[in-house]
């Protein structure tokens, strides 16, 4: 219903300033003038006032009714007339207005625009906005560069401008208050020599290359002779005809120009009564610059939508979400990739051959760009950035490049691929878009020599990474693993590339030694964690390799009895235990705990007390150094306690946990001091001690909240709901009740997820 009510909001607008000016005009009140208006075109004055809400749209001879009131008796202006036609939709726009308002004035000026190529340009609002304010009058840049990657729509963003400037300097669109700056010539000169269509490369017969091809397009547009004047006389021919009147210049592909320097020289030079437009590849930071980026999601899914209607092609939203996360925002891929479509060819084949250096759209969008780079370090370092999957940092590419130390020569390249459009820079890192990351790949593939060599120094980069923010979980330890988050994309990418190519010393290092089996569990990584370990479980036990076969057992059969998969667990955790002994006691201390805390989820408390029980005995037999022995401890007081907790003797499990307590705050293990005081505010809310569970929870919130611990926050958020449930806090119970569950459902924690259902369905009872 509120949309129907203002779908003529617009036509609604007009007919009430056609009802106050008349007003005005004849000295009415409102009722006479309703009433003289409802009377000419035949309707009640109920009706006209529903068509001033915009809640109906009269009839098209109403409409025209309307419209000779408000010309002949309102005194109105042509401009209000065509506003009332065109938003009541009349079939007859201008036809109508000429014959009520008389003809337009439409002034002759020299152009030569070519013709657009759609009627609608869809995004670049802001650019058209920045554009338009360049070429005012009032705006002192003579020089207007727009940069971009071939195929963003350069070329289309200044057509669209010239022809607004164009309408209004003739006078066929006059708009009160637009701010569209007048010209008394606008000249157009391209040198561009393909065009890309839905049906493939154009060749364009018309190229201008040169400076003399500039001369003449100008003297042809302006309608005066050049071609007899010598060279010499020329440049002041052409000066002194730009210079009688205000002149918009057009110079399109600036790239493929010959002597682009003498052609700088002179589009610099020109008169003041001169604005000049330059497209380019590359950026001119000299002059005041515009530049191209890919059209924004929402923007190139509506151009999707737009072209696949307008050619009958059939594409479903996913499909064209598909094409956006392929290609990215590049309006001359999507236009092509459409009337592919549309011509016949899936999706799949059309995205399978699009980064190929043989396909139109590649050859189009980057062979200009690319080809002069080849065998140059600007080329290495664009294949390199193209391996990361996420923008990588400035160190990771050169030293993937083969080029960490040569500074100066990462400083150029870098340089020349960001003026190139290539590449963005955000910070210390380099982004590519989809489109120009798939032919970057195509162009690594093409380079097998650099590409082994390039693919060995990105693992050891990463290696070296993981060392540096690697690690166990101590003190202030999301101060390094985010850094291992920030990377974690790339991270998968050099995991598959190793599986790829049975580089299993690398993965295990990178998942065992470098504790990436720690930083996914906390982080909440656990699928990835799944795979990669029984990857490395596979693998292992392929090469004999018992002893780290065994210990990614333990990390995966702890993981799987978290997410609820407690048979598979089981089978997992009772092999690693059949294997034990190749373990080192470190591995069996853990392993124990983990068979433990499985038969614990199962209920089996029995059980998991003499599984602690075989722990506690490995523990004290075992040689640990400090701070391992605490930890090892701590880690076995936890089990012990939530042993206790689940059969509600609460006492013990108090014992158990202050014992972690003071072990975890001994050797700085942040991480699990703020556990231990969740299970401490557990076991108080149990016992009704609200005050002294609110003080235990507030003492680790600001750890929480500075962490990234998914399990250990939805733990929190948890232990908050059941005590302002006990508080009789409702509200507040089910705000915390609510994170919990969305936490544990992210996780995959069935149990618990399932516990803060039944919470929540008792809080709203």
């Known amino acids: ?88 939709q009349y079939p007859d726009v201008m036809n109508t207005v000429n014959r009520l308002w008389g003809p337009k004035d439409i002034r002759f000026i020299p152009c030569n625009l070519r013709p657009l190529d759609r009627t609608e340009l869809i995004g670049r609002k802001v650019e058209i906005i920045r554009l338009l304010e360049l070429l005012s009058p009032g705006h002192a840049a003579p020089l207007i560069t727009v940069d971009g990657i071939g195929g963003v729509g350069k070329t289309a963003l200044v057509l669209e401008v010239a022809y607004r400037c164009w309408r209004a300097s003739t006078g066929e669109d006059l708009t009160p208050g637009s701010n569209v700056p007048l010209f008394d010539a606008i000249i157009f000169v391209s040198a561009k020599q393909q065009y890309l269509t839905p049906d493939g490369l154009l060749t364009s017969n018309e190229a201008k290359r040169t400076l003399r091809d500039i001369f003449r397009m100008i003297a042809s547009t302006l ?71 890919q059209l924004a999601q929402e923007e190139a899914l509506h151009l999707i939508e737009k072209e696949a209607q307008e050619k009958e092609a059939d594409v479903s939203k996913e499909q064209a979400l598909r094409l956006y996360q392929h290609i990215g925002g590049i309006p001359v891929a999507l236009i092509y990739t459409i009337g592919q479509i549309a011509s016949g060819f899936s999706v799949e084949s059309v995205l399978a051959k699009l980064p190929l250096a043989s396909n139109e759209v590649a050859r189009f969008c980057f062979e200009g760009s690319i080809s002069p780079l080849r065998g140059q370090t600007s080329h290495c370092l664009l294949m390199a950035i193209a391996m990361f999957p996420k923008s990588p940092l400035r160190v990771a590419i050169a030293y993937t490049a083969g080029l960490a130390g040569d500074s100066i020569a990462v400083e150029e390249g870098l340089a020349q691929l960001h003026k190139l459009s290539l590449i963005r820079q955000h910070g210390s890192r380099y982004k590519l878009i989809p489109l120009t990351r798939e032919y970057a790949l195509s162009e690594l593939a093409a380079n097998t020599k650099f590409e082994l060599e390039a693919r060995e120094r990105w693992v050891i980069w990463y290696l070296d990474y993981t060392k540096e923010f690697g690690g166990k979980d101590w003190k202030d330890w999301h101060i390094h693993y985010n850094h291992l988050e920030e990377e974690w994309e790339n991270l998968l990418a050099v995991f598959e590339w190793c599986a790829t190519r049975e580089q299993y010393h690398a993965l295990q290092i990178l998942w065992q030694d470098r504790y990436l089996v720690k930083f996914a569990h906390i982080y909440g990584y656990w699928d990835d964690r799944l795979i990669w370990l029984n990857w490395i479980i596979q693998a292992a036990e392929k090469r004999g390799d018992w002893s780290n076969a065994v210990r990614a057992m333990v990390d995966s059969g702890s993981t799987l009895t978290l997410v609820g998969q407690l048979e598979e667990a089981k089978q997992l955790l009772q092999h690693a235990w059949d294997m034990h002994e190749h373990a080192n006691t470190w591995v069996q201390v853990i392993l124990a705990e983990k068979i433990a805390n499985l038969h614990i989820y199962q209920k089996r408390f029995t059980d998991a007390l003499q599984w602690l029980e075989q722990a506690k005995v490995l523990l004290e037999r075992a040689q640990f150094s400090e701070p391992e022995r605490s930890r090892r401890w701590a880690d076995l007081h936890i089990c012990m306690g939530q042993v206790y907790d689940r059969q509600q003797n609460y006492n013990q499990a108090e014992q158990c946990y202050r014992k972690v307590l003071s072990l975890s705050q001994e050797i700085g293990w942040q991480r699990v001091t703020v556990l231990a005081r969740i299970h401490l505010a557990y076991i108080a809310v149990a016992q009704a001690r609200f005050d002294e569970a609110e003080t235990l929870l507030k003492t680790g919130l600001p750890v929480v909240d500075n962490n990234t611990d998914k399990r250990l926050t939805a733990l929190y958020r948890q232990t908050f709901a059941q005590l302002y449930k006990g508080k009789g806090k409702v509200d507040e119970a089910l705000r915390w009740a609510k994170e919990a569950l969305n936490g544990f459902e992210s996780l995959g924690m069935k149990a618990e997820a399932g516990e803060m259902h039944e919470l929540l369905q008792t809080l709203q009872a």
């Open 223 to 293: 309608s005066f002779e050049i071609t007899r004047a010598a060279p010499q006389d020329q440049l002041a021919r052409v000066q002194e005809a730009l210079g009688k009147q205000q002149t918009l210049l057009i110079v399109d592909n600036l790239e493929t120009m010959e002597d682009k320097q003498e052609i700088m020289s002179f589009l610099y030079d020109l008169p003041f009564s001169v604005k000049v437009v330059i497209t380019t590849r590359e950026r001119v930071l000299a002059f005041s610059p515009i530049r191209l980026e």
């Open 1 to 88: 219903m509120p949309q129907r009510e203002t779908r003529y909001a617009r036509l609604g607008e007009q007919i009430t300033r056609l009802v106050r000016s008349l007003a005005a005009v004849k000295g009415w009140n409102m009722t006479q003038t309703m009433n003289y208006i409802a009377h000419s075109v035949h309707y009640g004055p109920d009706m006209i006032h529903r068509w001033r809400q915009g809640k109906a749209c009269p009839l098209p001879e109403a409409v025209e009714a309307l419209a000779q009131i408000g010309n002949k008796e309102a005194n109105l202006p042509r401009e209000w007339g065509e506003s009332l036609l065109k938003a009541a």
